[in-house]
């Protein structure tokens, strides 16, 4: 059964930096598109960056020259570095793997 993992989140201050991390099971990792996604208290899920399997990068314009999406696909893993965070960053973060393959969410809390 394909899955995803996320961890790295936590509370961290204004102006900090986090990276988060996805570990993804299967053999398609490398073929697939992969995504951020976060979703704070009350709003909708939104995408945050996205990679292809060629390597072609989007973001949304809220992250844009602050967060960096990247993938390993020696490791079948997924990076998202964040850096110069702010307070509405706070979210519940999810990797999607393809399609339809959503991990559990890790908390990002941004607060002084």
Same mark, same amino acid.
């Given at each position: *059964?394909?899955?995803?993992?996320?961890?790295?989140?936590?509370?961290?201050?204004?102006? $900090? /930096?986090?990276?988060? !991390?996805?570990?993804?099971?299967?053999? &398609?990792? /490398? +073929?697939?598109?992969? =995504? #951020?996604? +976060?979703? =704070?208290?009350? %709003?909708? +899920?939104?995408?945050?960056? =996205?990679? @292809?399997?060629?390597?072609?990068?989007?973001?949304? @314009? /809220?992250?844009?020259? +602050?967060?960096? &999406? !990247?993938? @390993?696909? =020696?490791?079948?893993?997924?990076?998202?570095?964040?850096?110069?965070? %702010?307070?509405? @960053?706070?979210?519940?973060?999810?990797?999607? *793997?393809?399609?339809?393959? #959503?991990? *559990? $969410?890790?908390?990002?809390?941004? /607060?002084?």
């Amino acid at each position: *059964q394909v899955q995803v993992v996320e961890s790295g989140g936590g509370l961290v201050q204004p102006g $900090g /930096s986090l990276r988060l !991390s996805c570990a993804a099971s299967g053999s &398609i990792f /490398s +073929r697939v598109v992969m =995504a #951020w996604y +976060r979703q =704070a208290p009350g %709003k909708q +899920r939104e995408l945050v960056a =996205a990679i @292809d399997s060629a390597g072609s990068i989007n973001y949304v @314009d /809220s992250v844009k020259g +602050r967060f960096t &999406i !990247s993938r @390993d696909n =020696a490791k079948s893993t997924l990076y998202l570095q964040m850096n110069s965070l %702010k307070p509405e @960053d706070t979210a519940v973060y999810y990797c999607r *793997q393809g399609p339809g393959v #959503w991990g *559990q $969410g890790t908390q990002v809390t941004v /607060s002084a």
